[in-house]
Nanobody
Framework: QVQLVESGGGLVQAGGSLTLSCAAS????????MGWYRQAPGKQRELVAA???????NYADSVKGRFTISRDIAKDMVYLQMNSLKPEDTAVYYC????????WGQGTQVTVSS
């Protein structure tokens, strides 16, 4: 079991930046994949960014070149740096880690105004 707590969401103007943080209740070293999903109103939850334990990264086409996923093993943290934000990035963002099971945080709201 692991608990994930996201922070860093908020309201930002288009073109701005935010960094989302995800704090894990225990070491994240054992998880094969860590990532960020988002869900906008009326839409399905979608994968935004993922990082494997080996370091491979995958991004949704809509965020490539603008978002960066990273981790800090010493702090058991996962981050999502979001630059050049657009109104269509508005959503609730969820942190996940996956090994034998997949765990989710409670989500943090990101709102991008035009």
């Amino acid at each position: 079991q692991v608990q994930l707590v996201e922070s860093g969401g908020g309201l930002v103007q288009a073109g701005g930046s935010l960094t989302l943080s995800c704090a894990a209740s225990r070491s994240i070293l054992s998880f094969n994949v860590m990532g960020w999903y988002r869900q906008a109103p009326g839409k399905q939850r979608e994968l935004v960014a993922a990082r494997t334990r080996g370091g491979d990264k995958n991004y949704a086409d809509s965020v490539k070149g603008r978002f960066t996923i990273s981790r800090d093993i010493a702090k058991d943290m996962v981050y999502l740096q979001m630059n050049s934000l657009k109104p269509e990035d508005t959503a609730v963002y969820y942190c996940t880690v996956a090994g034998e099971s997949m765990y989710w945080g409670q989500g943090t709201q990101v709102t991008v105004s035009s």
